[in-house]
């Protein structure tokens, strides 16, 4: 509809001259969707990889943090903890693994498919100027047949003003030519975004969707190992709390 506005645009307003002409549609281009929607192609490419790498270091650092912890002196004394972290570190080792297959398939159904879509926009955009560039060479000698025009029709200027009218026509025609094809297939291509983008946004929710399962899944086993029946989070919290004031009451740590 942007692109359909644009002509309507220009009827309505009749422009009188070229000058005109180039003003309106300059005017009424600024508004058109194309820049907005390379911005934000460009954005979600760059904000997904971004995603993905967060992701990424999420998952390591929780690999390297249950590994720390599986390597602490405590585990050579107490097999209780010994069992407890060698079911942590289990559980971040596949919540890794997920992660990482999880990862590779936003790349192929999701990156990818934006960076090739952000590499149409260039060659659009050198359509764009070339039909600029077209205006402007229609302008010269659209601006050159009408002062021929406003002279005294002499016979040489007759001649001449022939003759620019025969070279303005073929440029009038390419500019004609260009413009048209813009205003019929940009309004293809942009709307063709959703045809385009719609799988790969299904992909990219059948992935979490296939990730967060899994978590659940690890995170409900892990809980089962480790987990203290019967205790509540406020009963843990007050048992932790109880033993942190029995490490304060010790005379080396106590305030002066």
């Known amino acids: 509809h942007h692109w359909r506005g644009l002509k309507i ?9 070229l000058t005109e002409l180039e003003r309106i549609c300059r005017e009424e281009l600024e508004q058109l969707p194309k820049n907005r929607l390379e911005d ?23 690999v390297k943090i249950s590994g720390d912890l ?5 585990c050579e004394q107490d097999q209780a903890f010994l069992e407890s ?12 693994s997920f992660n990482q297959e999880k990862v ?3 790349s192929k159904t999701v990156i990818d498919p934006l960076k090739k879509y952000s590499s149409v926009f260039p060659s ?24 021929y025009e406003e002279k005294e029709k002499t016979g040489p200027i007759m001649v001449k003003l022939h003759q620019a009218r025969e070279e303005l026509r073929p440029v ?27 799988p790969s946004f299904e992909a990219l929710i059948r992935a979490q969707v296939v990730y967060f399962t899994e978590m659940h899944n690890i995170f409900s086993e892990l809980t089962d190992q480790i987990d203290q029946a019967g205790l509540t989070d406020e009963q843990r919290e007050r048992e932790n709390e109880a033993k942190l004031n029995e490490l304060r009451a010790l005379s080396i740590v106590a305030d002066d």
Not at 70 to 74: E, F
Not at 134 to 144: G, N, T
Not at 189 to 194: A, D, K, L, N, Q
């Open 9 to 17: 645009a220009v009827q309505r307003r009749s422009p009188y001259n």
């Open 40 to 62: 934000q192609t460009k954005k979600l490419h760059k904000d997904m990889k971004k995603s993905t790498e967060a992701d990424i270091a999420m998952s390591k650092a929780a």
């Open 70 to 74: 599986l390597s602490n002196p405590l």
């Open 85 to 96: 972290m060698t079911a942590l570190d289990t559980a971040m080792k596949r919540m890794d």
């Open 104 to 106: 590779n398939q936003i």
């Open 124 to 147: 659009l955009n050198m359509a764009v100027k070339r039909r600029e560039q077209a205006l402007q060479d229609y302008k010269r000698l659209q601006s050159k047949v009408e002062k």
């Open 172 to 198: 009038r025609e390419d500019f004609e030519s260009k413009n048209k094809q813009l205003l019929d297939e940009m309004p293809k291509f942009y709307h063709s975004r959703i045809d385009y983008f719609q």
